[in-house]
């Protein structure tokens, strides 16, 4: 017994060569309201970004973002095809794109822009760890109706069979999975850290960063065992996938990061005046 998979169209409209797909529309949704939760985080002193700065901050981060994705994919999940089709590394519209290594590229879009433009990089990073988690909600959705990115096989009431599955069992839908514990948990889990570091006076940039890491890393984690493996590595370390052992990565970082930020004594940073609309600061 499973539950009948919601066969929606991956594409809302076509004109021509032109198609307006729902996982585009998904990311752009994540990006809008990531940019209103970081222009709040601007308002209220929490990174001394202008509005302007935020402008150039998210060129930064799109550019970091697929160069970061595509670069991990390639090196770790495809290396064999992109060496025997070097300008296939271009053609994004054929998938292929690393979460682990989006993270990588956008961390380091953020140390180049918090050096050009001189904003303390912990404050730009909790800034990316907070505003990001929308765009992973909305995000997973967009696989979801894609059908892509499918669990493995259960007997659970709520498995799915997916229309991309060559074996057409019952699945986890494992996308759903990830974007309630990814998109909404994760979310209210650096919201709540936040608040606590600032009601307590304990707050200090990079916490978010190190939450973050810990908590995607641990969810994921969990729900990678749920999650089909990737077909061309399959479980490279006994049970645990490739993404649960990048996982573990993120989870030591995080760790390190919490300890490194929380073993300098006292903080004494405090929320900056919000810059003028509009203005530098």
């Known amino acids: 017994m499973s539950l009948p998979y919601p066969r929606i169209s991956p594409e809302i409209l076509g004109i021509g060569p032109f198609s307006l797909r729902w996982y585009s529309v998904m990311y752009l949704v994540g990006y809008l309201v990531g940019f209103r939760l970081a222009g709040k985080r601007i308002r209220r002193g929490l990174v001394a970004m202008s509005e302007v700065d935020l402008d150039a901050w998210i060129a930064y981060l799109v550019l970091g973002?697929?160069?970061?994705?595509?670069?991990?994919?390639?090196?770790?999940?495809?290396?064999?095809?992109?060496?025997?089709?070097?300008?296939?590394?271009?053609?994004?519209?054929?998938?292929?794109?690393?979460?682990?290594?989006?993270?990588?590229?956008?961390?380091?879009?953020?140390?180049?822009?918090?050096?050009?433009?001189?904003?303390?990089?912990?404050?730009?990073?909790?800034?990316l760890a907070f505003a990001g988690t929308p765009g992973l909600f909305f995000g997973r959705i967009g696989n979801f109706i894609n059908g892509e990115l499918y669990g493995r096989p259960t007997d659970l009431p709520w498995a799915m069979v997916f229309p991309a599955d060559p074996l057409q069992v019952p699945r986890h839908p494992s996308q759903l999975y990830e974007a309630v514990t990814e998109g909404i948990v994760l979310f209210l889990l650096l919201w709540a850290a936040e608040r606590w570091a600032l009601?307590?006076?304990?707050?200090?940039?990079?916490?978010?960063?190190?939450?973050?890491?810990?908590?995607?890393?641990?969810?994921?984690?969990?729900?990678?065992?749920?999650?089909?493996?990737?077909?061309?590595?399959?479980?490279?370390?006994?049970?645990?996938?490739?993404?649960?052992?990048?996982?573990?990565?993120?989870?030591?970082?995080?760790?390190?990061?919490?300890?490194?930020?929380?073993?300098?004594?006292?903080?004494?940073?405090?929320?900056?005046?919000?810059?003028?609309?509009?203005?530098?600061?």
Request: aromatic residues 12%.
């Open 65 to 127: 973002m697929l160069l970061g994705a595509r670069l991990v994919y390639a090196i770790v999940y495809q290396p064999s095809h992109f060496l025997d089709d070097p300008l296939e590394f271009v053609r994004v519209w054929h998938g292929g794109l690393s979460f682990h290594g989006a993270v990588l590229g956008m961390v380091t879009a953020c140390l180049i822009f918090a050096r050009v433009h001189r904003v303390p990089f912990g404050e730009v990073a909790d800034t």
């Open 199 to 281: 009601r307590r006076g304990s707050y200090r940039p990079g916490l978010l960063a190190a939450v973050f890491l810990i908590g995607y890393g641990t969810l994921r984690f969990l729900v990678e065992f749920t999650r089909q493996p990737d077909a061309q590595l399959g479980l490279p370390l006994g049970p645990f996938s490739m993404g649960q052992l990048l996982c573990a990565g993120m989870i030591a970082l995080g760790v390190a990061l919490g300890m490194y930020l929380y073993r300098r004594g006292s903080p004494s940073w405090r929320p900056a005046p919000a810059p003028a609309h509009g203005g530098k600061k």
